[in-house]
């Protein structure tokens, strides 16, 4: 039963986490004004924090999480349509190049904001029955390719750090 009071705390404390970074960037002026949709993708910062200390489940659960929150909160059901469709696609990205071993953390996270544009993206090429979004597609790689550098530096230096041990975050 500890064991279970331990993961429940645990999950807890890294949803609140992320609930948090992601009511920040609301407060944050739009990065872009004229260009939508850009946004810096802080409560990734938990989620490569948890894929390379505790789990992909943990960041799973945590990202699902984090979502129907932040919906219930800030967004309404197109926005959980998007959040979800770019959520998703960007964490089976990152799950399985930090499976793969083969990108450095930065590199998982770029990935991940890349592919979370793209589900976004293809998310709303289906709800609005246009292709011509896809080339909105090029200004969303770029602000993801940034945005990924900066969540993977920040989960990157979480990572060095927080000790395995701090927190119960030995599996």
């Given at each position: 039963?500890?064991?279970?009071?331990?993961?429940?705390?645990?999950?807890?404390?890294?949803?609140?986490?992320?609930?948090?970074?992601?009511?920040?960037?609301?407060?944050?002026?739009?990065l872009?004004?004229?260009?939508?949709?850009?946004?810096?993708?802080?409560?990734?910062?938990?989620?490569?924090?948890?894929?390379y200390?505790?789990?992909?489940?943990?960041?799973?659960?945590?990202?699902?999480?984090?979502?129907?929150?932040?919906?219930?909160?800030?967004?309404?059901?197109?926005?959980?349509?998007y959040?979800?469709?770019?959520?998703?696609?960007?964490?089976?990205?990152?799950?399985?190049?930090?499976?793969?071993?083969?990108?450095?953390?930065?590199?998982?996270?770029?990935?991940?904001?890349?592919?979370?544009?793209?589900?976004?993206?293809?998310?709303?090429?289906?709800?609005?029955?246009?292709?011509?979004?896809g080339?909105?597609?090029?200004?969303?790689?770029?602000?993801?390719?940034?945005?990924?550098?900066?969540?993977?530096?920040?989960?990157?230096?979480?990572?060095?750090?927080?000790?395995?041990?701090?927190?119960?975050?030995d599996?």
């Amino acid at each position: 039963m500890r064991n279970k009071s331990k993961t429940t705390a645990f999950m807890g404390l890294f949803t609140a986490l992320a609930l948090i970074l992601a009511y920040v960037e609301v407060l944050l002026p739009p990065l872009f004004a004229s260009l939508p949709g850009i946004k810096m993708g802080l409560p990734n910062i938990i989620l490569v924090f948890l894929l390379y200390r505790r789990s992909a489940c943990s960041a799973i659960v945590v990202s699902l999480l984090r979502i129907a929150l932040v919906t219930m909160l800030f967004g309404n059901v197109m926005a959980l349509l998007y959040s979800l469709a770019g959520g998703i696609l960007s964490l089976v990205v990152m799950i399985l190049l930090r499976r793969w071993n083969v990108l450095s953390t930065v590199g998982v996270s770029v990935a991940g904001g890349v592919a979370h544009n793209v589900g976004q993206i293809l998310m709303a090429m289906l709800l609005l029955e246009t292709a011509e979004l896809g080339f909105y597609l090029v200004v969303l790689t770029v602000a993801g390719t940034l945005a990924g550098v900066f969540v993977g530096l920040c989960g990157s230096a979480l990572i060095r750090k927080i000790p395995a041990n701090f927190l119960f975050l030995d599996k």
